[in-house]
């Protein structure tokens, strides 16, 4: 399928497991992107990625990890879940010119108990 | 730093009737995109209108019109013709030229059109 996916749509996890959000474009865009979603803040954003290999922490990075070994791929793992990492989490990519929309992912909606 | 502000947290508007929503932004970069957002009740984000900086005219996307006014550093959006669809979450967010390229986004104003 074209554009953006992400996966899984629904994720229930407990405080102190490991989850991996994942995404995937197809357009070949070089910049990638996460968010978090919280009632109230809008979308802010945890990581972003320039280019394979290259990905640098954003507003609230704090538990988490990135790596983009591909072009196509950006996964997002939370490396031991806490409730305050309860969110919805999108992934977004663009060509990184200032006047490209970004193109966002359905979303993932994450439940830590 | 970059920084936009939505001061409407919840709007209502008749059906066919026009409405803005306002958003401010504020940033050191000399050069910067603003963008318009639309979230459902379904979730996904979709892409409204951009206005760029250095743009002469205000953007225009069908129904939607972006208000930019540079030395106010305001750029609010104007729903002409409301319909019962467009009942949703608006978000302003704004993109600087250099840098990560990643979007700020303001905390969103919820628009419910009333028939």
């Known amino acids: 399928d074209a554009g953006i996916t992400q996966s899984p749509r629904y994720k229930i996890t407990e405080t102190g497991r490991q989850v991996t959000l994942m995404c995937h474009q197809t357009?070949?865009?070089?910049?990638m992107f996460w968010y978090r979603q919280d009632l109230g803040h809008g979308l802010r954003l945890i990581y972003y990625?320039?280019?394979?290999?290259?990905?640098d922490k954003g507003e609230v990075p704090d538990g988490y990890v990135v790596s983009r070994s591909k072009t196509e791929n950006f996964p997002l793992t939370l490396e031991s879940a806490t409730r305050s990492q309860t969110s919805v989490y999108f992934c977004?990519?663009?060509?990184?010119?200032?006047?490209?929309?970004?193109?966002f992912g359905p979303g993932t909606r994450l439940t830590v108990l | 730093a970059q920084k936009i502000t939505q001061t409407q947290p919840g709007m209502f508007v008749q059906e066919k009737e026009a409405v803005t929503l306002d958003c401010t932004y504020d940033?050191?970069?000399?050069?910067?995109?603003l963008f318009w957002y639309k979230q459902p009740s379904s979730g996904e984000m979709i892409f409204l209108i951009y206005q760029g900086s250095y743009d002469q005219q205000n953007a225009t996307e069908g129904r939607y019109s972006l208000n930019f006014q540079k030395a106010r550093k305001s750029a609010n959006l104007v729903i002409s013709a409301s319909q019962l669809g467009d009942s949703a979450m608006y978000f302003c967010?704004?993109?600087?030229?250099?840098?990560?390229?990643?979007?700020?986004f303001g905390s969103g104003t919820r628009l419910q059109v009333q028939p």
């Open positions: 967010a704004m993109r600087g030229s250099t840098g990560r390229r990643a979007l700020t």
């Open positions: 977004a990519s663009s060509s990184g010119a200032t006047n490209n929309e970004q193109f």
């Open positions: 990625s320039a280019a394979a290999d290259i990905t």
């Open positions: 940033t050191s970069d000399p050069s910067y995109g």
């Open positions: 357009w070949s865009h070089s910049y």
